[in-house]
């Protein structure tokens, strides 16, 4: 574990530190498959604003306990609000700019990755989206179903997976509210990256994929992630142009870690990287 301070948080959701410069989040609402709650938006919310200011953090992964990753909104506390007209989803997405479990619509410039147990639904699958590695079990299950319960998958999922899967088959969720398999949403939708055999088995992938990540420059690695999100939002020159002279690009071509993986290369030999500044 890193000589690092996280902000305290609830028991609803776990803080820990599997490996070097790796932080694992778990939601842990095992019982009520971690449906979301406000006090777990909140924990998750100080942990990420804090570790995308950590600079020996580099990688984040996000899982859930039990059998489910997360089952989306508490649909029976959402159901005691609406009936007494304490909060509108309207006023939850506007008073929270990171979106669903302060995921959903993150623009963080590290990596996420999803390690996903027996399946996401709703604000969980919206999560899931908007990470960038994302791995499951072959028996998880994928569904947006909000149109069922008269509601709308308005967290960010609606244009991330429009982007990722192409319009008929993000109407395919979206409209219908069907449920797909683990190998559906790796090989037709294009959300998953990798299906693993177990449930046991999902952790020790993300680990893999977070420690291969980790082998790269940090510095680079941000820069790059920063020029994704950018892609999202702008076309292709104003991107470049948001990218070349941004923050993130700056430190990369100013930092260390270039001019040590130039010698290491020279030198033939593995790159020793230090975590990036402050920007």
């Given at each position: 574990?890193?000589?690092?301070?996280?902000?305290?948080?609830?028991?609803?959701?776990?803080?820990?530190?599997?490996?070097?410069?790796?932080?694992?989040?778990?939601?842990?609402?095992?019982?009520?498959?971690?449906?979301?709650?406000?006090?777990?938006?909140?924990?998750?919310?100080?942990?990420?604003?804090?570790?995308?200011?950590?600079?020996?953090?580099?990688?984040?992964?996000?899982?859930?306990?039990?059998?489910?990753?997360?089952?989306?909104?508490?649909?029976?506390?959402?159901?005691?609000?609406?009936?007494?007209?304490?909060?509108?989803?309207?006023?939850?997405?506007?008073?929270?700019?990171?979106?669903?479990?302060?995921?959903?619509?993150?623009?963080?410039?590290?990596?996420?990755?999803?390690?996903?147990?027996?399946?996401?639904?709703?604000?969980?699958?919206?999560?899931?989206?908007?990470?960038?590695?994302?791995?499951?079990?072959?028996?998880?299950?994928?569904?947006?179903?909000?149109?069922?319960?008269?509601?709308?998958?308005?967290?960010?999922?609606?244009?991330?997976?429009?982007?990722?899967?192409?319009?008929?088959?993000?109407?395919?969720?979206?409209?219908?509210?069907?449920t797909i398999s683990a190998d559906e949403a790796h090989r037709r939708f294009?959300?998953?990256?990798?299906?693993?055999?177990?449930?046991?088995?999902?952790?020790?992938?993300?680990?893999?994929?977070?420690?291969?990540?980790?082998?790269?420059?940090?510095?680079?690695?941000?820069?790059?992630?920063?020029?994704?999100?950018?892609?999202?939002?702008?076309?292709?020159?104003?991107?470049?142009?948001?990218?070349?002279?941004?923050?993130?690009?700056?430190?990369?071509?100013?930092?260390?870690?270039?001019?040590?993986?130039?010698?290491?290369?020279?030198?033939?030999?593995?790159?020793?990287?230090?975590?990036?500044?402050?920007?």
């Open positions: 574990m890193p000589s690092v301070n996280p902000p305290n948080t609830s028991n609803q959701l776990l803080v820990s530190f599997p490996s070097e410069h790796v932080l694992l989040l778990t939601l842990n609402r095992p019982k009520q498959l971690n449906a979301m709650t406000p006090q777990l938006t909140e924990d998750l919310r100080k942990v990420l604003n804090w570790f995308e200011e950590e600079p020996s953090l580099w990688v984040v992964i996000v899982t859930g306990a039990g059998r489910v990753f997360c089952a989306g909104a508490d649909l029976k506390a959402w159901n005691n609000d609406q009936q007494q007209g304490v909060v509108t989803e309207q006023e939850g997405v506007a008073t929270n700019p990171y979106g669903f479990g302060s995921i959903s619509r993150r623009q963080s410039r590290k990596p996420f990755i999803a390690a996903v147990a027996g399946g996401a639904y709703g604000g969980g699958l919206e999560m899931v989206l908007n990470c960038d590695y994302v791995i499951a079990s072959e028996d998880a299950k994928f569904a947006l179903p909000e149109v069922k319960r008269g509601v709308i998958a308005i967290q960010g999922g609606i244009p991330r997976l429009s982007q990722i899967a192409g319009h008929q088959l993000a109407s395919e969720l979206l409209l219908l509210g069907k294009g959300f998953v990256n990798q299906v693993v055999p177990g449930s046991d088995s999902v952790l020790r992938a993300a680990a893999a994929v977070a420690e291969q990540m980790n082998l790269n420059s940090p510095d680079a690695v941000q820069a790059t992630k920063r020029a994704l999100v950018l892609a999202q939002e702008f076309g292709h020159s104003e991107m470049l142009t948001n990218h070349v002279w941004g923050p993130e690009s700056k430190r990369t071509y100013r930092g260390e870690n270039i001019k040590e993986g130039l010698r290491a290369f020279a030198e033939k030999r593995t790159p020793r990287w230090t975590s990036p500044a402050k920007l």
